[in-house]
């Protein structure tokens, strides 16, 4: 499994409808509003690398008031149940 999140600019205006037209693309598992020089970032998830390339380029950027989009690819994961496995190792219960 790939996870991505895309850096998303839209018509401030057009906010909350361009985040639901994005959450419903089924590949999307969330979509955020945030601060700072990008509008929305969408989390998504794709069974292979390969399939980004259909997704991010025709689904989310053709969103009709999307300015502009940056896709990062995540490489590892620190979710805190991993990071509390981690600093428990060597410990017995």
Same mark, same amino acid.
Request: charged share 25%; no cysteine.
């Given at each position: 499994?790939?996870?991505?999140?895309?850096?998303?600019?839209?018509? /401030?205006? *057009? @906010?909350?409808?361009? *985040?639901?037209?994005?959450?419903? @693309? /089924?590949?999307?598992?969330?979509?955020?509003?945030?601060?700072?020089?990008?509008?929305?970032?969408?989390?998504?998830?794709?069974?292979?690398?390969?399939?980004?390339?259909? =997704?991010? /380029?025709?689904?989310?950027?053709?969103?009709?008031?999307?300015?502009?989009?940056?896709t990062?690819? *995540?490489?590892?994961?620190? *979710?805190?149940?991993?990071?509390?496995?981690?600093f428990? =190792?060597? =410990?017995?219960?």
């Open positions: 499994m790939v996870t991505v999140f895309v850096m998303i600019k839209t018509d /401030p205006h *057009a @906010i909350p409808e361009a *985040a639901q037209d994005i959450a419903n @693309i /089924p590949e999307v598992e969330a979509v955020y509003s945030v601060t700072g020089k990008w509008d929305l970032v969408a989390m998504v998830k794709a069974a292979r690398f390969e399939d980004l390339d259909e =997704l991010v /380029p025709s689904k989310i950027a053709k969103v009709a008031t999307i300015h502009d989009t940056e990062m690819v *995540a490489f590892r994961t620190y *979710a805190q149940d991993d990071l509390e496995a981690g428990a =190792l060597g =410990l017995e219960d």
